[in-house]
């Protein structure tokens, strides 16, 4: 990695003219370096450890800056580098730790191999690791990833942990392993809400596998007092068993025999690989207090690689959200004031990137990538401590006779105005499921700004509880997110607060206070605006403020085929958004909730879907703008049937909104301002700027400027057919036009699209072929599948020939058919 030369010596102009004028400490680390030394250029210490040592020393001269430079190479730690009070600056005293510019400077939690490798068997090659390597968690080949060994094998394409089948736990399967302890079970929720991994503990004679685990998520899913059920029973796969080591780069490490086993991918020439394993949960820890802060200590350029994967470390479950957490991080804060990580770079990591644990203050991580991460790339989150009538599991419900009614936090043990800024996170998640890119909880006043987060898992940024709001959301671009999970959006939020009853999710026992109590928490208003959602490929709630979820301002948005989930809460503004294939889905609305849908933009059919809400709820409908390519607006869970657009507004909704071309400036490109003449500003609504989503910096930007993202799609689908709800018969099953919210809500579908398998007897050609009930047929050999008509078409055109069908139900699936000679 290289700088521009200018760069470089720039900034070592400024260390040399600090330096002369006495005013700066400067120390130098270096791999080959000697903690004996004295620290100077020529003489640099060999550990991050030794230079920390001789900051403390530093600090009690009178200096503006201390500066420790690592030049470039490979570290690694054989403990966390923990900074305290002790290493602290202070108002007058900045203390930071420097990549040496232009160099690579690696911090791994790891441990160099050097093996003699011998032929095992069947492509299998072994080799003896030191005595004092006690566990392999991950191995490193050449800086690939390789793979415990697993079943079913490591595939790219699959869409659920790269590969899973419910038969890795048979109980023929179980009793082929013969040191079966210490394997491994993953699984998603059984309700694909995040995951649950186990460890084995034991195969009984009968087959049966004994497990530990599950523990990783605050939805155990069931009856489930120990965490043990839950799991789905398809959406699974099992590792670190010797029998299944049978696919190139799947790896076994035997314990009691120091014995490391590797099938090499094709391409790797073991005599010459490096080789690594991950030995730390964390490297670098700044541990202090409320009262004896770290205070402006600042990391910055340095890449931090090669953690142990932490899902069997205890987790604490965070109130009532779906989330729990292990506490640990590559680098984890805790008890900082007016400290950085910058400019740093977190891959090939099996846990959390950067944790923001209990009291922090002021505290930027800016300019960091975050990828190929086991967790989640940022996580600020507070302590119960700070809560004021906590409540830990999705059923407890509060007696509200008991309550604390003094608003916001009882503690300072929590995260405020701390900030997000200008990070690339990607490709994070390959572990855990129930992650994000940005995790808040129990926390207050954190600004979430121009971040670009993608192809994660779950949601890209996270909001467990209300505990205590002021969030700034903004301008942050957010793609291709809920990849392995469901029922969820890329912005996601709970807000199951002391007020928040378990049966309010039924809509049930709303009392008259809820509403003023559902400030005591979120006390503060939470923005979320100037942001760029995009999900253009199935079902997804949007901008999902679930459960509770309070005090809220969703404004200056563009949602790509997505839109604004509203349930069971109060006080929410969702105005000046542009909403394209999506929907406002409003959800078991409480009496009174002052909601407001003002002056957005919905590009949709059907840009209203009601259920159990009541719209006379709200404060305010009005002053949009609808546009429907088909030529008419539906209202859905309204009375008996979908409402026009005329019948909506004869109830009093929307009066002053209309049905009009937007006149979008450029969609094809991704420009959504409108033009002037628009209808749009006619009712108020302000154009906002199209060119500040997603991260600032150069290099990032041309990384994401090379991952493809098609605008034109958003805005040109086909017409929707007839959505005649009548069913007909094909291939022996009964199939019908997917149509109302029931059908769209149970399908996990967002829009009326598709055929919906209603009845597949077991004997039809359809069963015979894949299909299940409750299946929609979406697209058939990459046509699109809108209705009877487009599904009779390809059949017709396609007789006698095979046709790959691309099938949604909770996921989306393919199922490859020869079609029959003739029409069934």
Same mark, same amino acid.
């Given at each position: 990695m290289t700088r521009p030369v200018g760069v470089v010596l720039w900034v070592l102009?400024?260390? =040399? $003219? $600090? =330096?002369?004028? +006495?005013?700066?400490? =400067?120390?130098?680390v270096a791999p080959g370096g000697n903690d004996a030394a004295d620290g100077s250029i020529d003489r640099?210490?060999?550990s991050l450890a030794r230079a920390r040592d001789a900051v403390r020393q530093a600090r009690s001269a009178d200096v503006e800056r201390i500066t420790v430079f690592l030049r470039g190479g490979d570290y690694y730690l054989t403990e966390p580098v923990v900074f305290t009070a002790a290493d602290s600056g202070d108002n007058d005293t900045r203390i930071e730790y420097w990549a040496y510019p232009g160099e690579e400077v690696v911090l791994s939690g790891g441990f160099a191999l050097e093996l003699d490798w011998q032929p095992y068997t069947d492509g299998i090659v072994s080799a003896r690791v030191p005595n004092r390597i006690e566990k392999i968690d991950q191995l490193f080949v050449d800086g690939r990833r390789q793979h415990p060994a697993r079943y079913p094998n490591y595939d790219p394409n699959a869409k659920f942990f790269g590969g899973t089948s419910g038969d890795a736990i048979s109980t023929e399967r179980a009793r082929t392993w013969t040191r079966p302890e210490g394997g491994y079970m993953h699984a998603l929720h059984e309700a694909m809400w995040g995951s649950k991994h186990y460890e084995i503990v034991r195969v009984d004679d009968d087959g049966a596998i004994r497990f530990k685990g599950g523990w990783q998520e605050n939805r155990g899913g069931g009856f489930d007092p120990v965490f043990r059920g839950g799991f789905h029973k398809d959406y699974l796969f099992v590792e670190n068993l010797f029998e299944e080591l049978d696919a190139p780069g799947e790896w076994y490490f035997d314990a009691r025999t120091k014995t490391l086993y590797l099938i090499p991918e094709p391409e790797v020439d073991l005599a010459?690989?490096? %080789? &690594?394993?991950?030995?730390?949960? #964390?490297?670098?820890?700044?541990?202090?207090t409320a009262d004896e802060p770290v205070r402006n200590l600042h990391f910055r350029g340095l890449h931090l690689r090669h953690t142990q994967r932490v899902f069997m470390e205890p987790y604490e479950r965070l109130l009532r959200g779906d989330w729990s957490i292990a506490r640990l991080a590559a680098v984890h804060v805790e008890g900082a004031e007016d400290c950085s990580v910058q400019d740093c770079h977190f891959e090939d990591l099996g846990g959390n990137g950067v944790l923001l644990s209990r009291y922090n203050r002021r505290v930027r991580v800016e300019g960091c990538r975050f990828t190929r991460l086991g967790e989640s790339a940022v996580c600020l989150v507070g302590s119960m401590d700070s809560v004021r009538s906590p409540a830990v599991e999705y059923g407890t419900t509060l007696p509200q006779d008991q309550i604390d009614l003094t608003p916001g936090p009882k503690g300072p043990d929590y995260p405020a105005q701390c900030t997000v800024h200008d990070n690339l996170m990607h490709n994070f998640g390959y572990i855990g499921k129930q992650v994000a890119g940005v995790f808040l909880s129990m926390s207050e006043e954190i600004t979430v700004r121009h971040n670009t987060i993608y192809q994660c898992p779950r949601a890209a940024i996270c909001i467990n509880? +209300?505990?205590?709001?002021?969030?700034? &959301?903004?301008? *942050?671009? %957010?793609?291709?997110? =809920?990849?392995e999970s469901g029922?969820?959006?890329?912005?996601? $939020?709970?807000?199951?607060?002391?007020?928040?009853?378990?049966?309010?999710?039924?809509?049930?026992d709303i009392e008259p206070f809820a509403k003023e109590r559902a400030k005591l928490d979120n006390h503060k208003?939470? &923005?979320?605006?100037? *942001?760029?959602?995009?999900?253009?490929?199935?079902h997804s709630w949007g901008i999902d403020l679930d459960d509770g979820s309070s005090n809220y301002l969703v404004r200056d948005n563009l949602c790509l085929g997505m839109g604004v989930k509203l349930r069971e809460g109060f006080f929410r503004t969702v105005e000046n958004n542009i909403i394209i294939d999506g929907f406002g889905g409003f959800h078991i609305w409480m009496p009174g909730c002052d909601d407001v849908i003002a002056r957005n933009i919905f590009v949709s059919d059907e840009p209203y879907q009601f259920i159990r809400a009541n719209p006379e709820h709200a404060r305010q409908f009005d002053d949009n703008l609808f546009h429907s390519r088909s030529g008419a607006i539906r209202i859905t869970g309204v009375g008996r049937g979908p409402l026009t657009f005329a019948q909506w507004q004869a109830r009093g909704f929307d009066t002053h909104s209309v049905v009009a071309d937007p006149m979008f400036v450029d969609p094809a490109r991704g420009d959504y301002r409108v033009r002037d003449g628009s209808p749009a500003l006619k009712l108020g609504f302000r154009n906002f700027s199209m060119d500040r989503f997603g991260v600032l910096k150069p290099a990032f930007q041309h990384e994401v400027a090379r991952v493809p993202r098609a605008f034109a799609a958003m805005t040109q689908p086909q017409e929707t057919g007839s959505r005649d709800p009548k069913p007909v018969a094909w291939l022996g099953a009964t199939v019908k036009n997917l149509t109302g919210e029931a059908e769209k809500s149970a399908a996990g579908i967002g829009r009326e699209t598709g055929v919906l398998f209603v009845?597949?007897?077991?004997?039809?050609?359809?069963?015979?072929? +894949?299909?299940?009930?409750?299946?929609? &047929?979406?697209?058939?050999?990459? #046509?699109?599948v809108d209705s009877l008509d487009d599904l009779h078409r390809i059949t017709t055109e396609n007789k006698g020939q095979t046709v790959r069908f691309t099938v949604f139900n909770a996921i989306e699936r393919s199922i490859t058919m020869r079609m029959p000679d003739r029409t069934e």
């Open positions: 102009l400024a260390v =040399v $003219s $600090s =330096v002369a004028g +006495g005013d700066t400490a =400067v120390f130098y640099p210490f060999a010459q690989a490096q %080789v &690594i394993g991950a030995g730390l949960k #964390q490297l670098v820890v700044v541990r202090g509880d +209300g505990c205590w709001g002021g969030h700034m &959301i903004e301008h *942050n671009d %957010v793609f291709d997110t =809920v990849r029922d969820h959006g890329p912005f996601n $939020s709970w807000g199951r607060d002391r007020w928040w009853k378990t049966s309010y999710n039924g809509g049930r208003t939470t &923005i979320i605006c100037n *942001n760029r959602f995009a999900h253009p490929g199935g009845e597949v007897p077991p004997a039809s050609r359809a069963a015979g072929a +894949g299909f299940r009930r409750g299946d929609v &047929i979406l697209k058939a050999n990459d #046509q699109a």
